[in-house]
């Protein structure tokens, strides 16, 4: 009997073990682009007599809390009249939505279509061939196709205009690898209706990459993370994953032949979430930023803790070091535009010299 007891409390220890395993790998930091070539799609069957839905989650070929599922191998088609259309591997329409009716839903770029947000698997590739066609891979596994036909693009503007604290490096030509670390800071005070959004992220006008914290999106009042892809049309961010207060986090994107890798990892627990993207966004010319994104947070008490991020590595494919300088702070433009002076006394940057470390002050501990 003893035996059997010390055999059962063994396999449940290494059950136990395998649920505390990191879900990406260090093979995820260097993610390649997929041969999308050996894809084809078929003909789409568009049945107009199918009654027009509303959705109030983003289209996902997960299972979960917040996420409209649809079957793996799931055809997306935006038209140009602001119709989604999916449709199954071989072509037969699922479901029909308006994006308008649909409900909005909170990202990183701000309130989009729940129809053009996506969440996908850690570990999945997005890989965009040319200006219309997206393939979302995992492993072998095809799990979406998106086609964009639409005329309604968000625009990615240079500076949000939802970036209250931020730090920018200057633009650069050729980067291979740029991560930070930080501490998940405390949570607000005062918990309301307030979104919040913490990353270091990589960016052009068009497109951004960025692994984020964020809380109070789908209404969770707690902290989370994932690696996210945004860009005027459709969205995608990997699984996310919990994160207590405390915790250190590392942001992590590298490239690879044409491909990034997006890692958000949490050092203390030892989890991490990772999203590839090919075809998307090159490696030159775009800005390193550090950044708080909030919404809803008029007054101190709805603002996390203040954050410092450090241990900056900034460098090309060779693994060369790059010169790191802040080149602005955007703060106090974007907060005396808004008016938000008056009932928000706590922010300010400070960066140290030569860019070891940003910190991002409010008026929380």
Known sequence: MKRLKLITMLLALLVAAMVMVPMVSAADDNRVAVDVSK??????????????VNINAELSPVKG???????????????????????????????VMDDARSSMVSTPNGMKPSTHVHEVPSGSMITFDGERTTYVTNGNRLLLTVIDNSQKKTPVPGLPDHWIESAQMASQQNIGRFSANWNVPSEPPTEGSQVIYLFNSLRNSEKIIQPVLT?????????RGAGWAVSSSDEYHSTLINVNVGDTITGLMSYNSGAWSI???????GGATALGI??????????????LECY??????????????????????????????????????????YGLTKSTSGLNVISSYPYNSVTLHTANP
């Open 39 to 52: 894809f084809s799609t078929p003909q789409l069957n568009i049945d107009n007599s199918q009654e027009i």
């Open 65 to 95: 809390d917040n996420v409209y599922t649809i079957p793996e191998g799931s055809i997306i088609d935006h038209s140009e009249e602001g119709i989604t259309r999916v449709f199954d591997s071989f072509g037969r329409q699922i479901i």
């Open 215 to 223: 809380w109070g999106r789908d209404s969770v009042q707690s902290w």
């Open 263 to 269: 890692t958000f990892s949490d050092t203390t627990t």
């Open 278 to 291: 090919s075809g998307y966004l090159p490696n030159t010319n775009i800005y390193p930023d550090v950044v």
């Open 296 to 337: 809803n947070t008029l007054g101190d008490a709805k603002l996390p803790g203040t954050t410092t991020f450090s241990s900056f590595v900034l460098q090309n494919p060779s693994g060369s070091s790059i010169t790191k300088s802040v080149t602005a702070d955007y703060r106090d433009y974007w907060i005396n535009l």
